[in-house]
């Protein structure tokens, strides 16, 4: 078989007939090329032990997702050859190439670094003297306020309409993953008062669109723009590193957990 040919055959495929995008059949080619260069002088490429031999030395070279993704890439191609007869049989259907990629925990923030990002936030709302430009700053505090006090996630946060947020009890209705519900209170005096002054200076908004937290167009507000703005404050207040509404939601339960707080009330809270 002429390998670069079939190779060749198979990214027509994966472009005109799979209409997958220029990025993905470039990567595809980068990766099938690797695995030519490697088989290259192999009597017979689609050997197991030669196979096998190629992902050990992608684990060698290469991060976890990486190599998942060449893995992938082989293993469709061989795939691609056995469908269309090019080859007699398939030798990754029955090899166990799997495998569990180390889990990645979520980066926490100082307390120190978490007051630099509230201080700066002060700071720009009290400099603005105009209505509007108050408007906005006023609600990305009481975006950055609700999400390190309750430990929301930022679809959750953006997703809270004006019936789910009682501020006289402090008590949040909120819908998470799978449309389940649980309620959060806030008990912070200062974080209710920000969250009380945005919903005033707010109410004709949020009345008209239903939702708590709204843009400057009076429409919900996006999860993107609160990953914008809270990057937008971290460069602001000289923090190096980024810097994501996902970093509070943790840095919320890391300093409970830290207060010995039980981990089962942190997991009904979250």
């Known amino acids: 078989m002429d390998l670069a040919r079939a190779i060749n055959q198979y990214l027509d495929y994966?472009?005109?007939?799979?209409?997958?995008?220029?990025k993905t059949v470039k990567a595809y080619k980068i990766d099938l090329m690797q695995f030519t260069a490697f088989v290259a002088d192999c009597g017979e490429p689609f050997h197991?032990?030669?196979?096998?031999?190629?992902?050990?030395?992608?684990?060698?070279?290469?991060?976890?997702?990486?190599?998942?993704?060449?893995?992938a890439s082989v293993r469709a191609f061989i795939n691609y050859l056995e469908f269309e007869e090019m080859i007699d049989s398939n030798p990754v259907r029955k090899m166990r190439l799997g495998f569990r990629e180390p889990v990645a925990?979520?980066?926490?923030?100082?307390?120190?670094?978490?007051?630099?990002?509230?201080?700066?936030?002060?700071?720009?709302?009290?400099?603005?003297?105009?209505?509007?430009?108050?408007?906005?700053?006023?609600?990305?505090?009481?975006?950055?306020?609700?999400?390190?006090?309750?430990?929301?996630?930022?679809?959750?946060?953006?997703?809270?309409?004006?019936?789910?947020?009682?501020?006289?009890n402090g008590m949040v209705k909120v819908w998470g993953k799978g449309s389940r519900e649980r309620i959060v209170f806030v008990g912070n005096a200062e974080v209710l008062a920000v969250l009380r002054e945005y919903e005033r200076a707010q109410a004709r908004d949020t009345k008209q669109?239903?939702?708590f937290f709204t843009n400057r167009f009076g429409n919900r507000l996006s999860e993107q723009s609160v990953r914008d703005m809270v990057k937008s404050y971290a460069a602001k207040?000289?923090?190096?590193?980024?810097?994501?509404?996902?970093?509070?939601?943790h840095t919320f339960a890391t300093l409970l957990l830290e207060e010995d707080v039980?981990?089962?009330y942190i997991q009904n809270i979250l």
Request: glycine share 6%.
């Open 209 to 211: 669109s239903g939702w």
């Open 237 to 249: 207040a000289g923090i190096a590193g980024r810097v994501t509404p996902h970093m509070l939601r």
């Open 48 to 71: 197991k032990e030669k196979i096998s031999q190629y992902v050990r030395d992608l684990h060698l070279m290469y991060k976890p997702k990486t190599v998942k993704r060449k893995i």
């Open 262 to 264: 039980d981990i089962r």
């Open 14 to 22: 994966c472009q005109f007939q799979k209409r997958l995008s220029g």
């Open 105 to 168: 925990l979520p980066k926490s923030l100082s307390l120190k670094t978490v007051r630099k990002l509230f201080s700066t936030a002060n700071m720009l709302l009290s400099a603005e003297s105009t209505k509007f430009r108050r408007g906005i700053r006023l609600r990305n505090m009481a975006v950055l306020e609700l999400l390190f006090a309750t430990g929301l996630r930022v679809s959750e946060l953006c997703s809270l309409h004006s019936a789910d947020v009682n501020l006289q």
